[in-house]
C-alpha cells in the first residue's frame, strides 16, 4: 500500500523566514497531493493541492512543488507569519481514492 | 451551506464497550471518510464510503466498521473498544468522484476517551 514519508516533524523559524515541509510518496499511481493545516484544537483545512500532470503550484505566500520521478513533493511558505504556526499534513491519493496522510509538521513561527 | 457535522463531541468509554459516532456530511457531498487521529500518529485512514458502498478501507482490525445510508449521512461503530482506540475520530465529506479526489471538508471530530 501507499506509504508517505513527511519531514520534518518539526519545524521552528524566526518570523519572515521561508519554511520548507517535505514529502515522499511510494505508490506510483497516486496522482492527486494535497496539503491540510490543521491550527491547535481545529479541523483539518486544505491550504493547496497539486495534481500529477502539473510541477509547481502557487497561492501568494504558499507554494508546492512535485517530483513525479523522484516521487517527491514539498511545501514552501514564504515570508512566514505567526498566524503560520500550526500542523501541517501532506497526503497522497491513488487513482481509486485511497489517500494516505504523512505523519505532520509541527511549524512555529516565532515573532 | 452547512458544514460537516459529527455527533457526540466527546464521549468516554470504559474497556470492552462499543461505541457508534455520527457524521453528516455537506449537503450534495455523496464521499464520507473517516480518519483516527492521535499525537503519536497523526491521521490514519479508516475507510471511506460513496453512495453506501465502501470505497477504500486502512488497516485498522475488524472492530472497526461503518455505513452509510442513503442521504449520505455515515457512521462508524467500534466494538470491543481499548485503551489505544482513545482518539480524535475526524469525518470529511468531498465531493470526489473514482479518478478525481477533491478537497476534503473535515468535521470537528469526535473525542473519544477509553477507561
Known amino acids: 500500500g501507499e506509504n508517505v514519508e513527511q519531514h520534518p516533524s518539526t519545524l521552528s523559524v524566526q518570523e519572515g523566514d521561508s519554511a520548507v515541509i517535505k514529502c515522499t510518496y511510494s505508490?506510483?499511481?497516486?496522482?492527486?497531493f494535497p496539503w491540510y493545516k490543521q491550527e491547535l484544537g481545529k479541523r483539518p483545512q486544505l491550504i493547496i493541492d497539486?495534481?500529477?500532470?502539473?510541477g509547481e503550484k502557487k497561492d501568494q505566500r504558499i507554494a508546492v512543488t512535485l517530483n513525479k520521478t523522484a516521487k517527491h513533493f514539498s511545501l514552501h511558505i514564504t515570508e512566514t507569519q505567526p498566524e503560520d504556526s500550526a500542523v501541517y499534513f501532506c497526503?497522497?491519493?491513488?487513482?481509486?481514492?485511497?489517500?494516505?496522510f504523512g505523519q505532520g509538521t509541527i511549524l512555529t513561527v516565532h515573532p | 451551506k452547512a458544514g460537516v457535522t459529527q455527533t457526540p463531541r466527546y464521549l468516554i468509554k470504559t474497556r470492552g464497550q462499543q461505541v457508534t459516532l455520527s457524521c453528516s456530511p455537506i449537503?450534495?457531498?455523496?464521499?464520507v471518510s473517516w480518519y483516527q487521529q492521535t499525537p503519536g500518529q497523526g491521521l490514519q485512514f479508516l475507510f471511506e464510503?460513496?453512495?453506501?458502498?465502501?470505497?477504500n478501507k486502512g488497516n485498522f482490525p475488524g472492530r472497526f466498521s461503518g455505513r452509510q445510508f442513503s442521504n449520505s449521512r455515515s457512521e462508524m461503530n467500534v466494538s470491543t473498544l481499548e485503551l489505544g482506540d482513545s482518539a480524535l475520530y475526524l469525518c470529511?465529506?468531498?465531493?470526489?468522484?473514482?479518478?478525481?479526489?477533491?478537497?476534503?471538508?473535515f468535521g470537528e471530530g469526535s473525542r473519544l476517551t477509553v477507561l
Open positions: 497526503a497522497a491519493i491513488t487513482s481509486y481514492g485511497k489517500l494516505t
Open positions: 497539486i495534481r500529477s500532470n502539473v
Open positions: 470529511a465529506s468531498s465531493l470526489t468522484s473514482r479518478g478525481a479526489p477533491g478537497e476534503l471538508f
Open positions: 464510503y460513496f453512495s453506501e458502498t465502501q470505497r
Open positions: 505508490d506510483s499511481a497516486s496522482n492527486y
Open positions: 449537503s450534495g457531498h455523496r464521499s
